[in-house]
Every structure is written in C-alpha cells, then in structure tokens.
C-alpha cells in the first residue's frame, strides 16, 4: 500500500462565503421586468432572444458578434451601478468550482512532493497501467492514500515516456483535445522537474499550470483602450469567446519572457522591437474542479503599451479578430456577461485594480482583490 506520512491536507479558499454570492448580478436595470439572471448574456446560453435596453439580440452559444459585444458594453445600454462588484465576484467564482469535491482526489506524489490531485474515478482508468502507477490497496480515498509512479521510473525521461504511453492508450476518450504540447510536473514554480506531461492531461494529474496573459493598452487623450480579442470558433476550449490580447499556456523550457514574445508575435502580430517593451505585474490563480479535472493555474501578467497606430493582426489562425474599447466597456462587458474566456476575465479585473478603476470604495474591494489568488498553486 502506497503511503505518504509527509502529505498535508489540501489549502483552499471558499469564495461561497463572500457576501455577494446571492446578490442579482445587476443592481437596477431599465425596465427591469424584462430581465431576469436567466436571460442575463452569457456565451454557453442556448439560442433565444435577448432584449438589452431597447435593442433585441440573438445569441447563440458562442455565435454572438462584435456588434452584440460593443453594444453591451456601452454604458448607457443598462443604467447600472459601475461600482457594484458583484459581477467581478461572479467570475472568480466561476473560476474556483467544486472546493467541496476535494475528498474525491486522491494526491499524486512524486519522491514525498505532492505534485498533483488525481479523481478516483480517473485513477480507475490507470490501474490497468501497473507498471507505471502504484495505487493504493482498495478503492477508497483514505488519509495518507496517494497515487504515486512505479519505484522502476528513475528519471524525468523514463516517467515522461511511460505516462505519454498512457495518455496515448487512454485516447481522446478519456483525455480529449491532445495537443502534443508538453508542460512541466513540478513541486512549485520554478522547483526541479519530475516528468513532463501532455498539456490535455494536465487537468486530470491535477498538475500545477502557468501561462502567461497581457493586457495590451492604448492611451488616446487621456483615456485608456484595451485590445481585446475574439477566439476563433475552431479553438479546442472556449471558441468564440473574448480573449485578451495575448495569452498562452507555458511549456517546458521556456521563460515567461521569452514565451510572452512568442505568443505576441503568433496572436496578434507583435514583433519583438514593441513586445519586449511588456511589463510583469503580478499573477492571479485559481483553483477549479469539475468531474474528473482539477485546474490549478497560475497566470503571470502582463502590461503593454502599444502604439495608436498600430493594429494587432493574427498570425497562427486562433483568433477571429481584435477590436479597441475604452477600458471602461470592457470592465461593463465582463461586470454583465460571461462572454470573456473565463479566467481572461480574471486577468483584467486585476488590471482594473491596477489602473484605478475599481476603488477602495467599492464594497467588497479588499475581498475582490484577494480573491484573485484564491489558487494554491504558489
């Protein structure tokens, strides 16, 4: 029986708590009798009409335009409270998902470090896979109980080869969206790396992940302007979604920096001269479980400055198209809707804190901020 006396019990911030969790997501609206939260705009909605103000839009599923998306963010569209905080909230919460299934997992241990959280049900998947997962005796999840790899696998080469094989064999489905794309199993950032896994498989070993995300900005007369992007419909995850500027995961053997550029100049056209002109300004993180996946991410992030004159273009087929908005309607866009990428939104909300355009006089403002690291993947 594999045993692990040296493992804590999992860290995790509720947000259940907050005290905006049963709050309506829009504090006054015209004509109110015509909204309700069912109707509220949200990109996984199934076809049905919406009426926003005095304007009638149909959305479906991810299939709305950049005309329905400047139009919601308009501030005269709803006449609600830019300083209510509830729909912020609404996006960590929906970026920190089931912290009351934690008893389900089982950790995933690597020479007495804790490097993952498997689901008992997935582990079920690999324990025809003896040779390379030693499992506990019986299927319950004890305390003490973890998944670790065979004694056999020495080196981060040998345990890279032998989980990819399993990822292979499991196929696309059990793990779908295989990118061959691989990431780091490691501790804590920047810690020696166990192995390297298949970036799908991430959220099923319950690995730590890091990306990186920038805001790209614009300042005309005074004011501020955010680049925002539109997936394109043929993306794996989110098609269709609002995007940032910029924002990719981080592979193996490659700094955050040096990964920043690469994905400026892949999604919006960037070069390098601008690009490496990015400021790091902190990182937000999350911790998320739905089913068999446990996302633990962190995302470093980023400021750029960029040129009036210059116009993103993108180059590697990911994305639809970019349109410029004060910041302003972009913080209503994420404040009334799900429409961005989910933890996209998380990203820009701590740029609105940075920029001064959620204040301390907000209510719930200390708690907003701190709940952008609700991961614990530090």
Known sequence: MATCPRIQPMACKSLASHPFRNSSPISSISNASMFSRATYPTASTVHRSKTFACRSVSIASSNFTWEDA??????????????????????????????????????????????????????????????????????????????????????????????????????????????????????????????????????????????????????????????????????????????????????????????????????????????NKAIPVGAVSYSDIKDYSYKRDVLFCYDLKLPESFIPKNQDGEVEGFRLLPVTNVANVIRRTQLFKHNCALVIIEFLFRHGYIKPECLGYLELLQSLKSGTCF
């Open 70 to 275: 400047v139009h919601i963010s308009l501030p005269e569209s709803f006449q609600d409270d830019p300083s209510d905080l509830t729909g912020y909230f609404e996006k960590v919460k929906l970026c920190n998902r089931g912290s009351d299934m934690q008893s389900e997992f089982l950790p995933f241990v690597i020479d007495d470090q804790i490097v993952g959280h498997v689901h008992h049900g997935f582990a079920y998947h690999l324990k025809k896979y003896a040779n390379v997962f030693t499992f506990p005796r019986d299927d319950s999840v004890r305390v003490g109980a973890c998944l670790s790899l065979h004694e056999s696998l020495k080196t981060p080469e040998d345990r890279t080869h032998a989980v990819g094989n399993v990822v292979k064999c499991l196929g696309e489905e059990i793990i779908p969206g295989v990118r061959n794309e691989m990431y780091p199993v490691t501790s804590s950032f920047g810690a020696p790396v166990f192995f390297s896994l298949e970036r799908a498989a991430a959220p099923y070993f319950g690995i730590k992940v890091y990306g990186v995300q920038m805001n790209g900005y614009v300042e005309k007369d005074g004011k501020k302007f955010l680049w925002i992007a539109k997936r394109s419909q043929m993306k794996q995850t989110f098609p269709g979604m609002l995007d940032e500027l910029v924002a990719g995961g981080l592979p193996e053997g490659i700094s955050c920096g040096e990964n920043l550029m690469k994905e400026c100049e892949e999604e919006a056209g960037i070069p390098r001269s601008i690009s």
